[in-house]
C-alpha cells in the first residue's frame, strides 16, 4: 500500500469512529502544537501528523490548486462530534465543491498566495468558502458583504473605503487584505490562538473576551471548545475544520473536487482615469456581467472617481485593455459639470439644459424620484458614453422594463433569482444602498428576459 493510502486508510478510521466522541478537552501548547497553540486530548489526532513525514527531495508545484492548498494544511485530523457533524452536512450538498470550484477559479489563487505571504495557517484560505462560498456579492440579514463577510461597523472602524461608487468589502483584493490584516490583529490580541481569533472574527473580540472572563472567575478552561459562545460562534470553527478535512482527503469521503489551475487568474491594469464600467469590459473583450465579476467592488456604471484607478482583467488580456485605453480620446471619458440647483429647476429641465437624460441624472447623483432641493450641486456627466453605457447594461434589446412590488420576506437573492438578473443589476438599476434594507410595498425596476 503506497503511503498516501496508508494515511487515507488512517485518517477515514479516525474521522468516523471521532463522530461518536464528545467535544474534547483542550490543553495549551506551544505554538507549533495543532491548528491554534492548542493540541486536542486522545480522542483527536494531532494536526500536524501526515505532513512530517520526510521528503527525499521536495515536491514540484501541484498543477491544481486544491492539491497545493492540501500540501499546506494541518488541522485536518482534529475531530469531534461538532466536526463531525459539520462534515456531514458539508457532504450532503453535492453542488457545493463544484460551485465553490468554479468561484476558487478567479479568486482563490490569489487569497491563498496573500495567505502564504504572511506565514498564516493555509486553512484561513479556505474560510470564505466558510463565509460566502467565495461569493464577492454575497450580504447577509445582519449587512455583513462580500466573500469575507466584513460588517458595516468593522470596516467603518477599521477605514475600509465604502461610498455610493464603491466598496471595498466586495473588491477581492481590498477585502482580503483588510480580512487578513484584521485576523492578524486579533490573533496578537488572544496570545497567537487562532482558534480564539477566529471566533472573534465570527462573534465579535468583545463577546469573545467577555466569554474568556467569565470562564477564568469559574475556573474553567478558557480555549474555544469549552467556551460559553453563541450558536452560530459555536459552529463556525467546526465548519471549517470540517471543510478542511474534506479538502484534505476526498478520497476518503468519495467526493470529486473539480480542479483549479495553480496559477493567477487576473491582472491588474491601469484605467488612466475614471471610466465607463461597460467602455472597460469592451476594451478587455468581455461581456460587462463576466467584468463585473472580476470588479465586484464597482457599483455603478463607472469606476469610482475617489479609488486608484486600477481594474483587474483575466490573465493575459492586459496589454490589449492598456492599449485600448491609450487610445481613448478625451470624448471617450467621463467628464462632469456640477451644477447648483436653482429655485423652479427639475430634473426635466436641467436634462434639456444639458442634453442629458434625467434617467443619467437620477443615476450618477442617487437620485430617488424627482425630488431634488435648491441650492444642492448636482453632477451633470458630459460627452455620450454614459447614455451608451445605461442603455446597453439594461439592455433593452432582448430585455424589457418590469416593475415589481417587494413583499414581505423578499430579499436581492430571492429577487435575483426569480427573474434570472444579478443583484448588481438591481442595486444598479434601482440606484439602491447595498448596505439598506428592502421594505415591504419598495417598487423596484427589473429588466427581464424578452423572450
Known amino acids: 500500500m503506497t503511503l498516501r493510502g496508508l494515511l487515507l486508510v488512517i485518517s477515514s478510521i479516525i474521522f468516523m469512529a471521532g463522530c461518536q466522541t464528545a467535544p474534547p478537552t483542550v490543553t495549551a501548547q506551544s505554538s507549533e502544537s495543532a491548528a491554534s497553540g492548542t493540541v486536542l486530548d486522545e480522542a ?21 490548486l486544491w492539491e497545493r492548498i492540501r500540501r499546506g494544511l494541518t488541522w485536518q485530523t482534529i475531530h469531534n462530534a461538532q466536526i463531525g457533524a459539520s462534515r456531514d452536512a458539508f457532504l450532503r450538498q453535492p453542488t457545493y465543491l463544484p460551485v465553490v470550484s468554479e468561484r476558487a477559479a478567479l479568486y482563490l489563487h ?219 480620446g478625451p470624448e471617450d471619458r467621463v467628464s462632469w459639470q456640477h451644477y447648483r440647483i436653482r429655485r423652479g429647476d427639475s430634473l426635466i429641465s436641467i436634462a434639456r439644459r444639458f442634453d442629458t437624460e434625467v434617467g443619467l441624472l437620477r443615476e450618477v447623483n442617487n437620485v430617488r424620484g424627482n425630488l431634488i432641493r435648491a441650492g444642492d450641486t448636482m453632477m451633470i456627466p458630459d460627452g455620450s458614453a454614459w447614455a451608451e453605457s445605461l442603455a446597453l447594461a439594461q439592455n433593452n434589446q432582448n430585455r424589457i422594463e418590469k416593475g415589481y412590488r417587494v413583499r414581505s420576506g423578499d430579499s436581492l437573492y430571492g429577487i435575483a433569482g426569480k427573474f434570472n438578473v444579478t443583484i448588481d443589476d438591481i442595486i444598479s438599476w434601482n440606484s439602491l444602498n447595498p448596505r439598506s434594507y428592502l421594505q415591504p410595498g419598495q417598487r423596484l425596476t427589473l429588466y427581464v428576459s424578452g423572450g
Open 110 to 328: 490569489y487569497i491563498v498566495e496573500e495567505v502564504e505571504k504572511r506565514g498564516m495557517p493555509m486553512e484561513i484560505a479556505l474560510l470564505p468558502l466558510v463565509e460566502s462560498t467565495l461569493n464577492p456579492f454575497a450580504y447577509s440579514s445582519q449587512n455583513a458583504a462580500g466573500m469575507w463577510q466584513v460588517m458595516p461597523a468593522t470596516a467603518k472602524h477599521y477605514g475600509m473605503a465604502r461610498n455610493w461608487w464603491y466598496d471595498g468589502r466586495l473588491d477581492v483584493r481590498e477585502s482580503t487584505g483588510f480580512a487578513l490584516d484584521y485576523l492578524e490583529r486579533l490573533h496578537k490580541e488572544f496570545d497567537g490562538d487562532w482558534m480564539l481569533a477566529l471566533a472573534a472574527y465570527n462573534g465579535g473580540k468583545g463577546r469573545v473576551a467577555r466569554a474568556i472572563a467569565k470562564a477564568e472567575k469559574n475556573g474553567k478552561p478558557t480555549n474555544y471548545w469549552a467556551l460559553q459562545l453563541p450558536r452560530e460562534t459555536t459552529k463556525y470553527i467546526p465548519k471549517l475544520i470540517a471543510l478542511t478535512a474534506i479538502i484534505a482527503y476526498p478520497e476518503a469521503f468519495d467526493v470529486t473536487i473539480p480542479n483549479v489551475a495553480n496559477a493567477p487568474a487576473f491582472e491588474i491594469v491601469g484605467t488612466g482615469g475614471q471610466i465607463e464600467m461597460l467602455r472597460a469590459a469592451e476594451l478587455a473583450g468581455m461581456e460587462l456581467k463576466e467584468f463585473r465579476r472580476y470588479n465586484p467592488g464597482q457599483l455603478r456604471w463607472a469606476t469610482s472617481p475617489d479609488q486608484p484607478q486600477e481594474l483587474l482583467v483575466p490573465v493575459g488580456t492586459g496589454k490589449r485593455f492598456e492599449l485600448g485605453v491609450a487610445s481613448l
Open 44 to 64: 483527536v489526532t494531532d494536526a500536524r501528523a501526515p505532513r512530517q513525514v520526510a521528503q527525499s527531495k521536495p515536491l514540484p508545484p501541484p498543477e491544481d
